[in-house]
């Protein structure tokens, strides 16, 4: 059996306690599902500055999970927080219209060279929706084609095909359509055509097979949701020429790309120009904001209301001044950004990566550092780089990796539960080396006490 209590520094006694109390009145405990893995309990956090988070125990960690990728500019920023707090003087909340909008919409066409046009949501969820819709409407198709473990938020549409379980996930060239809820209307996952990440043969082959059908190919630029994984070469480029060559339209996800790869997202950083881009997470800093950008002739139907897109809560002032700082504050980094966030990631990976060989251990990070993911390659299995759901499915051990995050966990280092990290504006070059001093113990511990489960 793997004890881990023998060896750890941190205690977890208020966060357990306030969780008990919360399966009371919390359906499951939590308010959203994934954060139930949280291991040994999900914590409860009572503040956090910059790089630093504090939760009930009193535990400090250096934060790497950064409110899911979120909070670009860190915890708790004092010129966001007195943003928001002045705006709160003057108004929280007037469905209706105010200057503020026009001042975010304004950043966004200056960042985003495709965003002509833009329409505010509170949620990347509400926006993928969104985007869904036009695409329909613009298209007259019903048709959508996505890639196998991309994650389009938790909707009904979202979700079709994002974590087909091995046992039921059909071929290569025919995943299956399975939808990881129930509750789902059947009919919805007829509307979807499930293709892997990183195989243009086969991306072009359904969309040969589809041809005249497909209203969208909707995608995030990098796999962030399972694993990390960069597209290879040409893969955008060549969803770009199908769109252009049977009228579909491209729809990036940029929930977490956006602002993270630079001003203008992964699409500035690799140079591909969507039709409709989803931008959620970083564009807030951490409030409940998200926006549908795009060139102009995709929101004709929503300008003539042929297409319903609508939301009480949407453009809201406090959740606009936040917007409105987080964007002012990533075009004052200019040139830097992404350059200082990647070069922070890369050596938190390389550092990472000598801890594990040193120990033993066969961790290997992946991605652009920017944001990246450590895979726990299972024994035996290729070293070479993952480039698909289901090679990581094949190739990562989480159960031993779930062990690992615990160790660092408990010495003050944290990742997101399913192995993927974020480097925020806030990291400095001493938090990494920090970051690491504190892995140490932990890999020696992972080392030492993980047994692998039969
Ligand atoms: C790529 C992508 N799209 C959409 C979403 C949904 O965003 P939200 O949770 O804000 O609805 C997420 C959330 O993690 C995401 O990573």
Not at 141 to 154: M, P, T
């Amino acid at each position: 059996m793997n004890n881990p209590e023998s060896t750890i520094p941190y205690r977890f006694e208020k966060s357990r306690a306030l969780y008990e109390r919360a399966t009371h009145s919390i359906a499951g405990g939590v308010n959203s599902g994934i954060r139930k893995l949280e291991q040994p309990v999900p914590l409860y956090f009572e503040s956090g500055s910059g790089s630093r988070l504090r939760d009930v125990d009193g535990n400090e960690y250096i934060d790497f999970q950064i409110g899911q990728g979120a909070i670009l500019f860190g915890h708790a920023p004092q010129g966001q927080a007195e943003a928001i707090a002045k705006q709160a003087r003057l108004g929280i909340h007037w469905a209706a219209q105010s200057e503020l909008e026009i001042d975010v919409a304004e950043r966004l066409q200056k960042m985003i060279p495709t965003a002509e046009l833009v329409r505010f949501n509170n949620s990347a969820t509400e926006v993928v929706g969104a985007a869904l819709r036009v695409a329909r409407a613009h298209t007259g198709r019903s048709l959508v084609l996505r890639f196998e473990g991309h994650y389009h938020g938790w909707g009904d549409e979202g979700l079709v095909g994002f974590a087909n379980p091995p046992d039921k996930w059909g071929t290569e060239e025919d995943p299956a359509r399975i939808h990881p809820s129930q509750g789902i209307i059947d009919e919805v996952r007829d509307h979807f055509v499930v293709v892997p990440w990183n195989n243009p043969e086969l991306l072009k082959r359904a969309v040969e097979k589809h041809k005249g059908q497909l209203a969208a190919i909707i995608f995030e630029p990098v796999l962030c949701n399972t694993g990390c994984m960069e597209p290879v070469e040409g893969l955008l480029p060549l969803i770009r020429e199908l769109c252009d060559r049977d009228g579909i339209v491209m729809i990036a996800d940029e929930t977490i790309t956006g602002f993270r790869f630079g001003a203008a997202g992964a699409q500035g950083y690799y140079g591909i120009t969507p039709d409709l881009t989803i931008l959620g997470k970083a564009i807030g800093g951490g409030v409940p904001f998200a926006a549908l950008v795009g060139r102009r002739p995709f929101f004709e139907k929503i300008i003539n209301g042929q297409v319903v897109h609508a939301g009480t809560l949407n453009g809201n002032p406090l959740c606009l001044a936040a917007s409105k700082w987080s964007l002012d504050t990533v075009i004052a980094q200019g040139a830097q950004h992404p350059k200082s966030i990647q070069a922070l990631g890369c050596k938190l990976m390389s550092g990472l990566r000598a801890l594990a060989d040193e120990h033993g251990i066969p961790l290997r990070p992946q991605g652009p550092g920017l944001v990246f993911h450590t895979v726990m390659l299972r024994p035996g299995v290729d070293e070479g780089l993952v480039t698909s759901y289901r090679d990581l499915v094949r190739r990562h051990d989480g159960l031993r990796w779930a062990h690992l995050r615990r160790m660092l966990l408990e010495h003050g280092v944290r990742a997101i539960e399913r192995g993927l990290w974020f480097i925020s504006l806030a990291h400095t070059e001493s938090d990494i080396d920090e970051a690491l001093q504190r892995a140490r113990p932990a890999f020696a511990a992972h080392a030492r006490d993980y047994q692998p489960v039969a």
